[in-house]
């Protein structure tokens, strides 16, 4: 079945810092990618997603490429700041039949930035 | 505007004690689904709807029911609850047709801790 693998956390970063997150999946098809985040004490928001090989999400300064032939899609930042500290959740949608409407996640990785 | 609501959104019980926790949505979406959100373990499908009175397991059903009598609700029913169901839960809505790119949305989610 589907499965998405991030990368192992916490991660912890200064303000400033490069950020990526890894995020490897498997899955028959053709499935769209996301990225959810989660802030502390909130509920999940969609930061971005990609729907087809070589599709690049961007949002709030996040960006995400859908590598088909290395089944990733890492998220990545050029300069986190202290509001970006949250828990971050790769996942993907699967191209139809019953698994149309699920999310498969990853684990969840969670950042948090220090001024 | 597009919502998914439920309630309650925090919730200590005991033991075997039944609760349903409800989850409304105002988009006219065919698709709901239960996730359950675990430490380490990412966000997990408990059972989804394709439509009214279309219901299957997920990846995590057992200790769960849960009825899809009207197209806007999906009740997530716990018959006689577990220490091990103590977990965030989010009830998520999407329309069927359109694309494995379309939004999915997530309520807010309900804490629930048995003891």
């Known amino acids: 079945g589907d499965s998405v693998t991030q990368m192992e956390g916490p991660v912890t970063l200064s303000e400033e810092a490069f950020l990526t997150i890894n995020c490897t999946y498997t899955?028959?098809?053709?499935?769209?990618l996301f990225w959810y985040v989660q802030y502390p004490g909130e509920g999940l928001q969609l930061l971005l997603k990609?729907?087809?090989?070589?599709d690049k999400g961007s949002n709030k300064g996040f960006e995400a490429t859908y590598r088909k032939e290395t089944t990733s899609f890492h998220l990545e930042k050029g300069s986190v700041q202290v509001s970006d500290s949250a828990v971050y959740f790769c996942?993907?949608?699967?191209?139809?039949?019953?698994?149309?409407?699920?999310?498969?996640f990853g684990q969840g990785t969670i950042l948090t930035v220090h001024p | 505007e597009a919502q998914v609501t439920q309630n309650p959104r925090y919730l200590i019980t005991v033991t075997g004690k039944k609760l349903t926790v409800t989850c409304s949505q105002n988009?006219?979406?065919?698709?709901m689904s239960w996730y359950r959100q675990d430490p380490g373990l990412g966000l997990r499908q408990i059972y989804y709807?394709?439509?009214?009175?279309?219901?299957d397991k997920g990846d995590v059903p057992e200790g769960y029911k849960v009825s899809r009598k009207e197209k806007r609700n999906f009740p997530l029913i716990l018959e006689s609850p577990s220490p091990n169901q103590t977990s965030l839960y989010f009830c998520?809505?999407?329309?069927?047709?359109?694309?494995?790119?379309?939004?999915?949305?997530f309520g807010e989610g309900s804490w629930l801790t048995v003891v």
């Open positions: 998520a809505s999407s329309p069927y047709g359109g694309g494995p790119g379309n939004t999915i949305y």
């Open positions: 899955a028959t098809g053709y499935p769209s």
């Open positions: 990609a729907t087809k090989a070589d």
């Open positions: 996942a993907l949608r699967g191209a139809g039949g019953t698994s149309y409407g699920k999310l498969t």
């Open positions: 988009m006219n979406h065919e698709y």
């Open positions: 709807s394709m439509n009214v009175e279309v219901t």
